[in-house]
């Protein structure tokens, strides 16, 4: 077993932070695609707009006035299932920093409970694939959702 992951990105299995019972694709279908090998699309069911209307009724926030990037990344299986979550917060100069673990921790939960991420098929075979969203926070609050 290499120590590498197969692909640039792919992401491995804590123990500490991952649902055991997630699985990626079958043997047969192990491919996981990155956002850059052809996983363009959005693949929610409604959309981006479905989950920035979800978004807004959850009223996710801030108790200081933070400005910055959570960016939440998690593999679709051929199912529709997500895990392995990762997340990782940036200042607004863009530098590796947790500026407000909590809020972190609301948007990670928040992720989470998405349900309509839709399977992905490559010629005729059914893929997982890696998605992210991006939560841009000015003063605390969220003013975006990225891609």
């Known amino acids: 077993m ?3 992951p197969a692909t640039v990105g792919d992401i491995e299995f804590d123990e500490k932070l991952d649902d055991p019972a997630f699985e990626k694709c079958s043997r047969e279908k192990r491919m996981s695609i990155q956002y850059y090998q052809g996983a363009r699309q ?3 069911k409604g959309e981006k ?4 209307e979800k978004l807004e009724k959850e009223k996710i926030s ?4 933070i400005s910055g990037y959570i960016t939440v990344r998690f593999l ?3 199912e529709g299932k997500t895990g392995l979550f990762r997340v990782q917060q940036m200042n607004a100069e863009l530098k590796e920093t947790v500026p ?3 809020l972190g921790e609301k948007l990670l939960r928040f992720t989470k409970s998405l349900d309509g991420w839709l399977p992905k098929e490559i010629r005729g075979l059914k893929t997982g694939y890696y998605q992210y969203l991006t939560y841009k926070i ?4 969220v003013s975006e959702v990225l891609p």
């Open 2 to 4: 290499s120590k590498y």
């Open 42 to 44: 959005f693949d929610y």
């Open 49 to 52: 707009l479905a989950i920035i």
């Open 62 to 65: 801030s108790g200081t006035k």
């Open 76 to 78: 679709v299986n051929c």
């Open 100 to 102: 407000d673990k909590i």
């Open 138 to 141: 000015e003063d605390g609050k």
